[in-house]
């Protein structure tokens, strides 16, 4: 079964610091890739998603993620966090194939905590 | 367009009992998927369903069990409740089934088993 690792629980980062927050697949074949954010008090989100070509995905609110497909990576980076960026961030991947085709696996998320 | 919609938000039930979870999906959306999510695990995927036909299913005992009505609504049954499936049981919507899909999530119901 494929597996998703977020390899940061808690990282907590002063306003205008970059952030990478890292993500590693299990799956060997082809995969679709997102990153989806939960806000204090409100429902999971799409920030961005990765099916195929430019492995550099632009998603909102100036967030970007670089597909590396010999690393298995999906890390998700901003080049300046802000205050509202405290939220937790959860990776997931949806294979294309394997005993886990179709099924949505998210990693086990990771805390933003950032301070003004 | 109105987001997903879970009921009931909060819920208290005891051990043995069974309960059922409600999910709305946006309007139009015909797949709906469940989620749980826990402290220790994480988020879990318990089964997609689309057209009334489950087309995938997680790791979770038969006690757990989900159905779609006609209208794309669906709901969620868990039998003989254990402590341990005391979680925050997510649904998500999307226009279809394909894999690239971006699902949209609802609030939640969660579930407090005593």
């Known amino acids: 079964a494929q597996s998703v690792s977020q390899h940061n629980h808690h990282v907590i980062l002063s306003e205008a610091a970059s952030l990478e927050l890292g993500c590693n697949y299990s799956?060997?074949?082809?995969?679709?890739l997102f990153w989806y954010v939960q806000y204090p008090g409100q429902h999971l989100q799409l920030l961005l998603k990765?099916?195929?070509?430019?492995?550099l995905v632009k998603g909102i609110k100036g967030f970007e993620a670089e597909f590396i497909k010999s690393k298995f990576s999906f890390n998700l980076r901003k080049p300046s966090v802000q205050w509202s960026d405290t939220a937790e961030y959860f990776c997931?991947?949806?294979?294309?194939?394997?005993?886990?085709?179709?099924?949505?696996?998210f990693g086990q998320g990771t805390i933003l905590t950032v301070h003004p | 367009k109105a987001g997903v919609t879970q009921t009931p938000r909060y819920l208290i039930k005891t051990r043995g009992q069974q309960v059922t979870l409600s999910c709305s999906p946006i309007?139009?959306?015909?797949?709906v998927s469940w989620y749980q999510q826990t402290p220790g695990q994480g988020l879990q995927f318990l089964f997609e369903?689309?057209?009334?036909?489950?087309?995938n299913k997680g790791n979770f005992p038969g006690r757990f069990s989900g159905r779609q009505f006609s209208n794309s609504r669906s709901e969620m049954n868990v039998s003989t409740l254990e402590l341990g499936d005391s979680a925050l049981y997510l649904c998500?919507?999307?226009?279809?089934?394909?894999?690239?899909?971006?699902?949209?999530f609802g609030p939640g119901t969660r579930l407090l088993v005593l």
């Open positions: 997931a991947v949806r294979s294309q194939g394997g005993t886990s085709y179709g099924k949505l696996t």
């Open positions: 799956y060997g074949g082809t995969v679709n």
């Open positions: 990765y099916f195929s070509g430019d492995p």
């Open positions: 998500a919507s999307s226009p279809w089934t394909s894999l690239q899909e971006t699902q949209y």
């Open positions: 309007s139009g959306h015909r797949s």
């Open positions: 369903y689309f057209s009334e036909t489950q087309r």
